[in-house]
């Protein structure tokens, strides 16, 4: 069985950690650089850090977020937000970044996740699927982009499937629907990426209790479990949580 692993998530906006509901209504949770050490010292495996107003604010992923926080840290750092060209990932990996997310300019241009996926090998790029209901869909799911301010026309599954043929080594689905909700993943969203690629899920977007966390991998067919508020308001411990799993039969690094 495949290890399973936790993922905290540092949703960033004017240098501070916020966290909202569907995507809005964002409100303070933190220093980020506080946050990841915590996080990192509590046996987080890994972290996101997603600059979440740098597409919509048409600018760059904030580099001195990328450093600051990488510093503290040893556990692998994924980046998104604003990552548009070749040149902006290696910037990024280079101020301490051990991936980048891409979502709107991958959507935009899917030859960017192929070109990325060359220079800098695949493990290192994950594309975050933004998705909300839509039963005009033949999966059901919307593909949205900019910050989830833009619906695109598309699938989301299918668009996983290309993202996949396109050389993505890891997946970032998010239902918008259930965001910040903390009443659970989306399951049937996470399943239906899962069931139609062979790459690693992270599984995004609602966790609230501890069984949510064990069915977005039973159920969803997860392997990365992200979350944010539930950790950052400290609802959860990331030891508590992993006991959890093991106790369920899931292997965790504890």
């Not at 995507?23 to 990841?36: S, Y």
């Not at 979440?52 to 450093?67: D, G, H, Q």
């Not at 006991?243 to 369920?248: I, Q, R, T």
């Amino acid at each position: 069985m495949e290890t399973i692993r936790i993922m905290p998530c540092l949703d960033m906006k004017e240098g501070m950690v916020v966290k909202g509901v569907h995507f809005v209504d964002l409100k303070d949770a933190g220093d980020p650089v506080v946050n990841a050490a915590f996080y990192e010292k509590e046996g987080a495996d890994e972290l996101a850090m997603l600059d979440i107003a740098a597409t919509l604010e048409n600018r760059k992923t904030r580099l001195e977020w990328v450093r600051k926080v990488s510093a503290v840290i040893k556990i692998p750092l994924t980046v998104g937000g604003g990552i548009s060209t070749l040149e902006d990932i290696e910037l990024v990996l280079t101020a301490g970044a051990a991936k980048v997310s891409m979502n709107s300019a991958a959507v935009k241009t899917p030859d960017l996740i192929r070109e990325a996926a060359k220079s800098f090998g695949k493990a290192r790029i994950t594309v975050a699927i933004d998705a909300k209901r839509n039963s005009s869909m033949p999966s059901g799911f919307e593909l949205v982009v900019s910050g989830g301010t833009k619906a695109v026309g598309r699938d989301a599954v299918e668009w996983a499937k290309r993202c996949e043929e396109l050389g993505a080594g890891v997946l970032l689905p998010t239902s918008m629907d259930g965001d910040g909700t903390q009443a659970g993943y989306d399951l049937e969203f996470t399943r239906a990426i899962s069931d139609a690629v062979s790459l690693p899920v992270v599984a995004s977007g609602g966790a609230g209790k501890l069984e949510h966390f064990y069915d977005a991998v039973a159920k969803g067919g997860a392997d990365v479990l992200l979350a944010a508020s539930v950790f950052h308001y400290r609802l959860i411990g990331i030891r508590e949580l992993k006991s959890y799993l093991k106790e369920k039969g899931l292997t965790v690094n504890l």
